[in-house]
């Protein structure tokens, strides 16, 4: 655990991630309920929905505690595990359960966007950047781009609940929008870690965002989103495809 992180950062980021959680296992909860599954099904897909994400929370908290991420791996950074092997296995056991498919496809499109409205919390990084915690060519960017992705989410999901044919380009969108957001923070908070990579910010290194408990952010966060973007899109994709086969002349 890094000594110089700020006392009121653990609860800002530990809050706000299992805030998110709950608000991903209500969600999945009432669509269940809304698509008719049976109460059995249903409590025991809720069931394993939060075994999985509780599951990863753990797996991103612990090494994050222990300051994993803090330390180099044969003098290469080590976040980008806690970022790529989530996003593997999420993809592996989606491919592999037919239940798992079955909870996304019950997801109303308008819930999978609106609920990265908890994209908003990326304020943090403004907070962190005003006290002098982070550098301003990583805050800014990573601040503001989540800030503006999470204002939309709920407009973009309103939009697509009333209008969804109308709106879907507005979801694709959306859904790139919050994928370059995150391209260009990872990229920019690889070049200014301390490490081999870093090119920028050299007279203040972006040393928190590594450490316990920023790290939640890299390690949970950002691979969750980029889990939800990818669900939304394919939603979008299908939604496309079974129009196409209504009306040949859409195609």
């Known amino acids: 655990m890094n000594d ?9 980021v530990l809050i706000g991630t299992l805030s998110t959680i709950t608000a991903i296992l209500f969600g999945i909860h009432k669509a269940l309920q809304l698509a008719g599954w049976p109460a059995s099904e249903r409590k025991r ?14 797996a991103a908290l612990v090494p994050s505690w222990l300051g994993f991420y803090d330390r180099p791996l044969f003098g290469l950074p080590t976040i980008q595990y806690g970022m790529i092997i989530p996003l593997i296995v999420a993809v592996m056991l989606f491919r592999g359960s037919a239940t798992l498919r079955r909870v996304v496809e019950a997801i109303p499109q308008s819930w999978l966007v609106s609920v990265q409205v908890y994209r908003m919390e990326g304020v943090i990084f403004l907070v962190l950047y005003a006290t002098g915690y982070l550098p301003g060519v990583f805050a800014w960017p990573a601040g503001a781009g989540d800030m503006l992705v999470g204002l939309l989410a709920p407009v973009v999901g309103l939009a697509y609940a009333r209008h969804y044919r109308s709106a ?5 969108a959306w859904n790139l929008l919050g994928i370059a957001d995150f391209v260009v923070a990872v990229t920019i908070g ?21 450490a316990f408990p920023l790290a939640m952010v890299p390690a949970f966060i950002i691979p969750l989103s980029i889990l939800l973007h990818l669900a939304s899109l394919t939603k979008v994709r299908q939604r496309q495809i079974e129009r196409e086969l209504r009306d040949p002349l859409l195609a």
Do not use: C, E, H, M
């Open 4 to 12: 110089l992180t700020p006392n009121y950062l653990s609860p800002s």
């Open 168 to 172: 879907a380009g507005w979801v694709r």
């Open 45 to 58: 897909a809720v069931w394993n929905s939060t075994l999985l994400l509780g599951a990863w929370f753990i």
């Open 190 to 210: 690889f070049l200014s870690t301390p490490g081999p990579l870093q090119k920028l910010s050299l007279d203040a290194p972006n040393k928190l965002i590594t």
